[in-house]
């Protein structure tokens, strides 16, 4: 009831009366569990002698944002098996720098349209822009771009709800999954070097291939979350509103500013408020016991917003990681631990480098913010600007030099 009425700070709320600065005892769901922050906590975490996932995702997550048998269900050797394809895609700088470079184009391709137009909603739109890209990039046919990027924000807008939204999710889900199980099907009959067809190769620990519907699941689980960068383009136009100064230093299109910019939205705004496992066997954790099944939950904003990691946690600041990369377990806007290894998502470097392009293009974008409510309820999760953040666009405007995240990506260089 606390988490339904509280959303993101929850957690925060629990911290202030609790005696341990990085673990909590509470109960969600009927269940005993315990929270933890802090990078020690992050390594607790991730250790698969401590806590696994199998069995910990709640059904309507699985039935909304995951899918069912998806990756993140997975632990040991068959969550490793997985992984191996998630970060041949995911982490490699060439195939992030294309898929930037895409997003970057789909977005001036929109920018005249938008132009024509009296307002419009930047969530939508971006949705629309980076479901075009991620499509083409993987070699996903779409023929129902906006259609198709509204059942994409679905799945991410309706997992924390009972309500329509989540029913919304449900029905997005079914139509995805039977639209991509389709594509694998042809993909094993024609295979070709797309991410489409690698995903379509993929094989359980045992040699086996993945199930078609298995198989699109975890072409959703590519896709997907690539299309929830939208909620970082709304925050990072939130982000320009209220500081226009930010705004001014993104116009000049330098990468590490951009970078940094990114970093900061992740943490600054709330998106996963946490993550959660099951306990394998009872342990201790700064010397509080964690007795064995019990729910432990790493707290992702509580943890972006600890003032021992981030001076003045509620200022948005991005010089703060100008000169410095978050430690691997400091900054977990999507989670902590070895990406390559781990449940750390791996589409990491896309999200940096989608979000610095973006960034970029939009302090270079003319527009106007038209009165609207603006208000970010940390009651809704995952949250939004109540409008959705709406602009009035005039046009691009002119501005020497292309330093943007696409083009270093594109050159093989590491975004994040």
């Known amino acids: 009831m606390g988490l339904a009425a509280q959303g993101y700070s929850w957690f925060p709320g629990r911290w202030r009366r609790s005696a341990n600065p990085d673990v909590l005892h509470t109960r969600l769901m009927g269940k005993r569990a315990v929270g933890l922050r802090g990078p020690a906590a992050v390594n607790f975490f991730y250790d698969e002698d401590h806590v696994r996932r199998h069995g910990a995702i709640p059904e309507p997550v699985q039935g909304t944002l995951f899918g069912h048998g998806a990756i993140h269900t997975l632990d040991g050797i068959d969550h490793r098996n997985r992984k191996m394809m998630f970060v041949s895609v995911l982490k490699d700088a060439r195939q992030v720098g294309q898929l930037a470079e895409r997003v970057g184009r789909a977005w001036d391709d929109a920018v005249p349209e938008w132009a024509g137009q009296p307002s419009i909603v930047l969530f939508d739109e971006s949705a629309r822009v980076i479901t075009k890209a991620v499509c083409e990039w993987a070699g996903v046919p779409v023929t129902d771009v906006a259609g198709t990027a509204a059942d994409l924000t679905a799945l991410v807008d309706g997992f924390a709800t009972a309500g329509r939204r989540h029913w919304r999710a449900r029905k997005a889900r079914g139509r995805l999954e039977r639209w991509l199980t389709g594509l694998i099907e042809q993909a094993r009959r024609s295979p070709d070097d797309s991410v489409l067809s690698q995903v379509a190769s993929l094989t359980e620990t045992d040699g086996r291939r993945l199930e078609p519907k298995r198989a699109a699941v975890e072409l959703l689980n590519i896709i997907r979350p690539t299309v929830a960068v939208s909620w970082f383009v709304t925050f990072a136009g939130h982000a320009l509103h209220r500081w226009p100064e930010v705004r001014d230093r993104l116009r000049d299109g330098d990468l590490a500013y951009a970078v940094a910019f990114a970093h900061e939205l992740r943490r600054f705004y709330p998106f996963a408020p946490f993550v959660g496992g099951v306990a394998v066997q009872e342990s201790f954790f700064q010397d509080e016991r964690i007795p064995k099944g019990a729910m432990v939950l790493l707290d992702i904003y509580g943890q972006n917003h600890d003032e021992r990691l981030w001076p003045e946690p ?96 594109a050159d093989g260089e590491p975004i994040g």
Request: net charge neutral; with cysteine.
């Open 314 to 409: 509620y200022r948005f600041d991005p010089d703060r990681f100008l000169g410095r990369e978050p430690g691997r377990d400091e900054l977990i806007a999507q989670g902590g631990g070895d990406p390559r290894a781990g449940h750390r998502c791996p589409g990491e470097d896309v999200t940096l480098a989608i979000l610095a392009t973006l960034a970029v293009r939009l302090a270079r974008l003319d527009f106007t913010v038209p009165e609207q409510d603006l208000t970010i309820s940390l009651r809704r999760i995952p949250a939004l600007p109540r409008s959705r953040m709406m602009l009035a666009v005039s046009g691009a405007q002119e501005v020497s030099g292309r330093a943007t995240a696409e083009v270093a990506a």
